[in-house]
């Protein structure tokens, strides 16, 4: 048994983040929606020969576009992470080591054990 045909179908594909922001962008500015240049990229393939966005041109900004997206995509997980300096900081009160006393200072509910809330709650202070 063989399924009926849709009108349309879907494709989905993984890029990374900064990638999609970089080729929404410029979809954008060419005035076509993401579907569309896709489209074209696979009606060009399909027809054997180059995609619609291969004009020279284009094909170093494509390029210059992922380049980019790839530094950003570098830079991304550094940016993500706190300042681990300010986080013992704020563990430490004597800021030289972490104390038993700095830990049940954290520990709010005394369950010998510090959550993540009370973590945020105490260096918030």
Known sequence: MTRPLKKSETIEIRLPYPTKLAFMARCRDEGRSASEAL???IDGELAGR???SAHPLRM???IGALVAAALGAVALPSLAHTNQRAAFDCLARDRAAISAADFARLDADHDGRVSYA???AACAK
């Open 39 to 41: 489209r074209g990229f």
């Open 60 to 62: 170093r900004l494509a």
């Open 118 to 120: 009370e973590f945020q």
């Open 50 to 52: 180059a995609a619609p």
